[in-house]
Nanobody, 125 residues
Framework: VQLQASGGGSVQAGGSLLLSCVAS????????MGWIRQAPGKGREYVAA????????DYADVVKGRFSISRDNAKNTVYLQMDSLKPEDSADYYC???????????????????WGQGTEVTVSS
């Protein structure tokens, strides 16, 4: 599966952005999906994950209550709605997919098998 993320940009603190990740080459019904971010000079950080049906979701504590992950399997797309953005949310955001049939939610970055290119988010104070 190939993943294409988009929707990044520059916003002021308190603003919102909607990231999208469109998959091709396979249906995302087969995958647990997640978002991971990496700020300049820092390591990758788990952000959120959603199970295959979209019913179960998980969030990193630092984004809980502000970010919302969702998926539209009919459109082969995963979303990350980001509200109340803070300067510390600035990073490249990556969508990722895990095709382990036993996995329900994947919160460990190393478990993801497929990665899209990043989309840059910059939040100014």
């Amino acid at each position: 599966v190939q993943l294409q993320a988009s929707g990044g940009g520059s916003v002021q603190a308190g603003g919102s952005l909607l990231l999208s990740c469109v998959a091709s080459g396979d249906t995302i019904n087969n995958y647990v999906m997640g978002w991971i971010r990496q700020a300049p000079g820092k390591g990758r950080e788990y952000v959120a994950a959603v199970d295959r049906s979209g019913d179960r979701k998980d969030y990193a504590d630092v984004v809980k209550g502000r970010f919302s992950i969702s998926r539209d399997n009919a459109k082969n797309t995963v979303y990350l709605q980001m509200d109340s953005l803070k300067p510390e949310d600035s990073a490249d955001y990556y969508c990722a997919a895990d095709n382990d049939y036993q996995a329900v939610l994947v919160t460990k970055i190393l478990m993801y098998d497929y990665w899209g290119q990043g989309t840059e988010v910059t939040v100014s104070s």
